[in-house]
């Protein structure tokens, strides 16, 4: 599942037992400002996207569009790790970056 340029998925995606994410979190609630708001999705929300969203069958979560200046890459990484548990690979992309999945 790639999904990026998103402010909020309405749809359960269980369903489809999806074996590898790759989701734009642009910013951290807390530090951002306010003109990033609008088009990109939050921490917060792509943390209650992936638990409506995330299944067993998840084996990575890529995240991908991290704001230098509205986000913590450090925090970011740790709640997604912390969601996903020990079973899942998470990491954070960087341009120019070839992750296997």
């Given amino acids: 599942m790639y999904m990026t340029d998103w402010m909020y998925c309405p749809f359960d995606l269980g369903k489809f037992k999806i074996n590898h994410f790759i989701i ?33 069958s998840c084996k990575s979560i890529s995240i991908c569009h991290v704001s230098d200046r509205n986000a913590d890459e450090n925090l970011i990484l740790e709640t997604i790790k912390q969601l996903a548990g020990s079973n899942v690979k998470v990491n954070i992309c960087h341009k120019g970056e070839v992750v296997n999945l």
């Avoid at 209650?48 to 067993?56: N, R």
């Fill in 24 to 56: 734009a979190v642009n910013y951290s609630d807390e530090i951002s400002e306010r003109h990033v708001l609008n088009g990109h999705s939050s921490l917060n929300t792509a943390v209650k996207f992936l638990e409506s969203s995330m299944t067993d």
